[in-house]
């Protein structure tokens, strides 16, 4: 799949669905930013004309804003750390991603001038819970625990927009960290106030990404000639949760000083604990080899960016 280079695409119309969220609003603003035009699609009465209700809950959208567009983003989904794991949650989960997805590629395959491409990410709990120490890419096997299962789902309801020659994209986001929202946000308070410390054990490879990277290599995948398929959004030097907060508390100039067992953990946050103490050693083989580089590559360079240092 050949697209149009680099240097012709000003003034492009993209698409977002999840615009309100962490990487959604940041998105939104670097392409708003160098002067291109974002369609918001939201789940509330639309604000303007840069806005499209739609309704993924159960299936309603106009496809005729979408004709004509260079990219539609979706990033959509109910907080994976938001809420303890109940059944329901766990569906909510799942129908919140899969929905708006299959919507949208069914969308897309309907219109006379479909987008160039289609980013519609998953996340690298789809190389399962817990990898150890290997060194996992692109090319590496899939898990069959919950996310992984929900992420393999969530890559299949986008693949029909292919059958409109439309370059699908499945950025495979790590940890994203900012001060503004997601994980990040809600350890922050912790090391703060000096109570944060390593979590289940800290032996395990937690694979972050700063906000920064990820919405230029979102742009990367939108942009670039010849992008399709999964690529995962990573730091080039992923580290272990003990050295995340050695960092992250040295950099508060506050002590690291409670280590928070699995056990309690589990007390606190029931199976999700699992994706927290497990290990993804995840690097960006293909973005990489794409010739995409990264500027926050180690973990002080994530943390300083995620702290907006
Ligand atoms: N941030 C990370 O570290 C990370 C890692 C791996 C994967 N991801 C995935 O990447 C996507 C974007 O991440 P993010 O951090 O920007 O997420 P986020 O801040 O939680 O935002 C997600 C957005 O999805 C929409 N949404 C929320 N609940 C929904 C529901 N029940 N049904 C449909 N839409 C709903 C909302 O946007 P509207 O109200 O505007 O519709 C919300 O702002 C998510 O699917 C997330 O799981 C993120």
Redesign the pocket.
């Known amino acids: 799949m050949h697209r149009a280079a680099l240097g012709s695409l000003k003034d492009m119309r993209v698409a977002i669905?999840?615009?309100?969220?962490?990487?959604?609003t940041a998105l939104r603003n670097s392409l708003t930013a160098d002067g291109h035009d974002v369609l918001r699609l939201?789940?509330r009465p639309a604000a303007g004309a840069d806005e499209l209700q739609w309704d993924?809950?159960v299936g309603d959208i106009d496809p005729g804003p979408l004709e004509g567009l260079d990219a539609v983003v979706n990033?959509?989904?109910?907080?994976?750390g938001d809420r303890r794991w109940t059944k329901r949650y766990k569906q909510?989960l799942y129908t919140?991603?899969i929905r708006?997805t299959a919507i949208l590629a069914k969308a897309i395959v309907g219109l006379d001038r479909p987008p160039r491409v289609f980013v519609s990410?998953?996340?690298?709990s789809v190389y399962g819970v817990d990898r150890g120490a290997e060194v996992v890419d692109e090319d590496s096997s899939s898990g069959t625990d919950f996310l992984a299962e929900l992420c393999l789902a969530w890559q299949a309801a986008a693949e029909p927009a292919k059958d409109a020659g439309v370059a699908v994209c499945h950025p495979r986001?790590?940890?994203?960290m900012d001060r503004s929202?997601?994980?990040f946000k809600q350890m922050l308070p912790m090391f703060r106030f000096a109570v944060g410390g390593s979590l289940a054990g800290g032996r395990q490879y937690w694979s972050h990404v700063s906000l920064p990277d990820t919405v230029r290599a979102l742009r990367f995948l939108i942009e670039q000639p010849g992008c399709v398929g999964a690529y995962n959004i990573t730091a080039p030097e992923p580290a272990t949760n003990a050295e995340f907060t050695r960092v992250l508390a040295h950099m508060l100039h506050r002590p690291a000083v409670l280590p928070v067992p699995r056990f309690a953990l589990r007390l606190v946050l029931g199976e999700f604990t699992d994706y927290i103490a497990g290990s993804l050693r995840v690097v960006p083989h293909r973005l990489t080899e794409a010739g995409f580089v990264f500027q926050h590559r180690t973990t002080r360079e994530v943390v300083a960016a995620a702290l907006h240092q």
């Open positions: 669905c999840g615009s309100s969220g962490l990487i959604g939201v789940r993924p809950a990033l959509s989904g109910a907080g994976v909510e919140s991603r708006p990410p998953t996340g690298i986001f790590g940890l994203v929202g997601g994980a």
